[in-house]
């Protein structure tokens, strides 16, 4: 699957479900999957988050653009679910060093979503309330998850 996603010659419609089939090797395997390739598994995450938030060049290219929205919250979904696995196998420390850069790309995405897309802000406010949860002490977090961003998307919901 790693080498699925980082193969810049295959069609991007086939790393969505790659994506998604990560979460659920985590999910199934937990201990052993965390192991081995939770740490890759994040690093994939980080790079996609950047790709999914480089939205100025497709202005005008409709299908990059719902491909990249849907890309941002595959990696949302992706993150709750990593986050849910390594809590349970005790390695969400893994996480910590990832915890600005997924902070960082929440905030991106509601910049890009300028309305309201109540299925963006239920990810966002899901992975966030994760996140505040496992990490309740981090002091990065405490400033991040009261951010004004965060704090309208909860009031819309």
């Known amino acids: 699957m790693h080498k699925i996603l980082g193969d810049e010659t295959l069609d991007r419609k086939i790393k969505l479900p790659a ?8 999910i199934y395997c ?25 939205v100025a060049n497709y202005a005008n290219d ?8 849907e890309l941002r919250e595959e990696i949302m979904d992706q993150y709750i679910t990593l986050l849910m696995s390594a809590s349970d196998t005790n390695h969400k420390g893994l996480f910590e060093e990832y915890l600005d850069n997924i902070f960082d790309f929440l905030e991106q995405t509601c910049n890009i979503e300028s309305k309201f897309d109540l299925k963006i802000i239920k990810l966002i406010v899901s992975l966030v309330g994760d996140i505040a949860t496992h990490f309740p002490k981090h002091q990065s977090v405490q400033t991040k998850a009261t951010k004004d961003y965060i704090e309208k998307g909860i009031l819309v919901l």
């Open 30 to 54: 937990g201990e052993a999957f965390n192991q081995k390739f939770l740490s890759p598994t994040l690093m994939i995450l980080s790079i996609a988050t950047r790709t999914s938030t480089a």
């Open 62 to 69: 409709v299908d990059t653009l719902e491909f990249l929205k």
């Open 19 to 26: 994506l998604h089939a990560l979460g659920d090797l985590c």
